[in-house]
């Protein structure tokens, strides 16, 4: 049993995370954004006898005094919270390098100041850019397409630095696109999704050319768990992975089949990526996981689909799928 924790557990991954460490044994603190509606997220979604479990701490990752409290008597932090929506990084860069770079070292501060055991730094496969090789490993190149992916790039390399300066036990956790119950209809899939579910018959879309290799959340979530169960990650960056790519509009033709196979997909100019913004593809390398810990994937595309899907039938109240969601 482990004192964890687990930064944007109100998000979608880390609201995952969260309950998964909680059914391990561990005791888990959450830290939640604060804000004036006392919402926990979707931690606020979870059944009474695994909340009452948690012990929620609302703050902001941008005040590195609110960081250091949280993080007082904690052996593990899995840092997950970020801003990571791509197109309103185009028009809100500071609020990104705020949270996303000065975030993460206010969590790294904080963890060599009181001796954490272990820091598990969340990163993004949006890192690499295009892939100039596959399958993307952990040496690829790094290209900033997006002020979103420039600064977790910094913050990746700010983590980096702690664990060569201060020997830190750091690691850097790199999920490839991450789907499942509890996501932003901001990501591709729970747009195609809750356009169906509304009763749309033109889905709207933008580039359907695009290449993506897409993680199970609990794929991913197990992912982070084995990484941090593992001394020899320590010092590592370390991708999630199912190492199969899928076009988004082979993925698009998926969904619309399992939910009605009479719409059709409509480019709508305003989901267009400015073209040397556009990631083309990326499909990752999942050999250095594999070799360092015990993780394999679980699920594959269309069983993680079918599942979201129940999920989102029975959620579809929560979204807004007459708009696009930045």
Not at 29 to 54: H, M, T
Request: hydrophobic share 40%; aromatic share 10%; glycine share 6%.
């Amino acid at each position: 049993m482990s004192n964890i924790l687990v930064t944007g557990a109100d998000g979608f991954i880390g609201s995952h995370l969260t309950e998964e460490l909680l059914k391990l044994g561990n005791r888990v603190r959450a830290f939640v954004y604060y804000n004036s509606f006392n919402s926990w997220g979707w931690l606020d979604e979870l059944p009474q006898s695994i909340k009452k479990e948690i012990e929620i701490f609302s703050g902001d990752i941008r005040d590195p005094n609110g960081v250091r409290e949280a993080m007082k008597g904690i052996d593990e932090v899995f840092h997950l919270a970020a801003l990571i929506a791509i197109p309103f990084s185009y028009h809100s860069p500071d609020s990104y390098v705020e949270t996303n770079i000065k975030g993460t070292l206010n969590v790294l501060q904080a963890a060599r100041l009181l001796g954490t055991k272990r820091v598990l730094v969340t990163s993004t496969s949006e890192v690499y850019g295009t892939a100039k090789y596959v399958p993307i490993d952990e040496n690829h190149p790094y290209q900033g397409q997006s002020p979103y992916s420039a600064t977790k790039i910094g913050a990746d390399r700010i983590a980096e630095s702690f664990y060569r300066s201060f020997d830190l036990p750091i690691t850097i956790v790199r999920p490839f696109n991450t789907y499942g119950p509890r996501q932003s209809a901001r990501a591709v899939i729970p747009t195609i999704i809750t356009q169906l579910l509304a009763g749309k018959t033109e889905i709207c879309l933008g580039s359907l050319a695009t290449v993506r290799d897409f993680n199970y959340v609990q794929d991913t979530v197990n992912g982070f768990i084995e990484i941090a169960n593992t001394e020899a990650t320590i010092g590592e960056e370390i991708n999630i992975a199912t190492q199969v790519e899928i076009s988004i509009g082979e993925l698009a033709k998926e969904i619309i089949a399992q939910i009605n196979p009479n719409a059709k997909i409509v480019c709508d100019e305003q989901r267009i990526r400015p073209k040397k913004s556009e990631v083309n593809r990326l499909l990752g390398s999942n050999e250095k996981i594999k070799r360092l810990t015990k993780w394999s994937s679980q699920f594959s595309l269309s069983q993680g689909l079918e599942d979201t899907i129940f999920w989102f039938r029975q959620h579809l109240e929560r979204y807004k799928a007459d708009i696009y969601n930045l």
